[in-house]
């Protein structure tokens, strides 16, 4: 996340709980702060389990506040229980727009399990795998998800590479 984004989000709590000063705005003020109160809605909801209410919101928002990446990821995880193909196609536009963020590995890592993608399963976890530092819980989820894709010899040889004995619920694993 931007930490303009974050400053926003900040700013909007603000400026709401003090009602006296946001009605005394005016003009691009007045409609950025109008525009800050969506996007708080927007997250509440999102937050709340009501994927329609927020995705209502994110219809009323104007266009400039629909392209930022915090507006893009709520709009990305509202659709997540609705409707799997406007989920996947939401998933990339975020692809595109914001190509370098650390986010983009694991929406697009259920993009590629929904689409039965293996190359765009493994641009994902290598992309995860970079920031994280490494993951071998993921390399197993990525290694089971290949083999049910039909890429068996290749899970194999991911899962192996992984010391589950090091990891805290071997059982599990």
């Known amino acids: 996340e931007h930490f303009s ?25 007045k409609r950025d702060l109008e ?3 969506k996007t708080r809605e927007m997250s509440l909801a999102v937050k ?14 104007p266009e400039e506040a629909k392209q930022t990446k915090l507006v893009s990821l709520q709009r990305v995880r509202a659709l997540s229980s609705l409707d799997e193909t406007q989920y996947v ?13 650390a986010t983009l590995g694991l929406i697009t ?7 039965k993608d293996v190359m765009l399963l493994m ?5 995860i795998q970079h920031w994280s530092g490494g993951d071998p819980l993921l390399t197993l989820m990525v290694a089971s998800i290949r083999a049910q894709f039909g890429e068996v010899d290749a899970a194999i040889e991911m899962a192996q590479g992984v010391d589950v004995s090091g990891l805290g619920m071997v059982d599990a694993h």
């Open 109 to 115: 890592l259920d993009a590629a399990f929904l689409r």
């Open 48 to 61: 709340a389990g009501q994927a329609e209410r927020a995705l209502q919101i994110y219809n009323s928002l």
């Open 5 to 29: 984004d974050s400053l926003r989000a900040t700013a909007a709590q603000f400026l709401l709980s003090g009602q006296s000063f946001g009605s005394r705005m005016t003009g691009k003020a």
């Open 123 to 127: 641009k994902s976890y290598e992309s």
């Open 35 to 37: 525009t800050l109160q």
């Open 89 to 101: 196609a939401a998933i990339d536009d975020c692809s595109q727009r914001f190509p370098d963020d």
